[in-house]
């Protein structure tokens, strides 16, 4: 899955044994407050921010430490942290103070729960509930929700006429050669990824009609046409750019994955504005401005501090001093 998949971030040194931290660099971005940071509540604060290493998680792990700046806090950037469970080992343990985290990644990978609630407030709340042993606050949620899909480009779409993954489940009894479908080999194995979704849809996708290859091949073959459908990511900036239309998962089987800052939880009791600061920045994040802003790095070759600090002017969030 992608929010597992390790991207270099270029210029950090990042990442030791033990999931520990062993370097990182101030954030010098000269901002002042706007909508959020008014009276630098976090002002004499020292707080290090985290992330894992891919697109999006760098976007948001920098709109954290921006606002955090804006708030007047001296901030380290160790955002980029190789491999999924780095980051939030980090912020468990205090060698980092807070990083955006997805729901349900904790519940199942960390919390180690095999079904998946399908209430995305629900599976907060538990989530939340439960990390609270761990020494862990889960600040509100934002609707960002980086979880699987299928989807097809327009020519395909307007052939099939799919807009959901019950219908897909139909053509695929239908007209078994017109399912084409184009997924990742952690995607083909995973009980909450492609075994699952036949499952839960009463599919049956003949094994000659299923390709596995990488992420991005995914995506481009999708927008050919050579795959029907592809599986992607919700928040992916490639949807947008390449036009491709996503199906409704209908019955709700792919888990939640909304992103809400994960905080330590001494951390917080310390510097409480940290909720203020960070709350209204995550209710404006969802899966359109995902996919806006990953698409910036990914697709026209940004970089993706800058991606999070123009956001964060735009949105009136912060001003550039």
Known sequence: MRRRTCLAAAGLLLAAAGCGLTSGSPLTDDVEPGSIGRGEPLKGAHLTVT??????????????????????????????IQGSIGSRE????????????????????????SKPITDPQEQWEAVKKEDAG????????????NTYALAMNQENAKKYGTKTMSEVAKLAKSDPEAVKLCVEVEFANRA????????????????RNITQMDTGIIYTQTDKGSCTFGEVFTT????????????????KFFPNYNAAPMINAKSLKEWPAIAEVLNPVTARLDNSVAQ????????????PHQVALDWMVEEGFVKEG
């Open 51 to 80: 992330s894992k290493s891919f697109t999006e998680q760098l976007i948001l792990g920098s709109i954290m430490g921006i606002a955090f700046e804006a708030a007047g806090a001296d901030v380290i950037d160790r955002t980029g």
């Open 90 to 113: 980090a912020v468990r343990k205090g060698d980092a103070d807070a990083g955006y985290e997805y729901t349900g990644t904790a519940w199942i990978t960390y919390l180690g729960h």
């Open 134 to 145: 761990n020494g862990l606050v889960w600040l509100s949620p934002s609707k960002l929700d």
């Open 192 to 207: 909450d990824g492609l075994p699952g979704m036949q499952k839960a849809y009463g599919m049956d996708v003949p094994a």
């Open 236 to 251: 992916d900036g490639r949807i947008k750019s390449m036009n491709l239309a996503v199906m409704d998962d209908d019955r």
């Open 292 to 303: 806006t802003l990953n698409a910036k790095v990914d697709v026209d070759g940004e970089d």
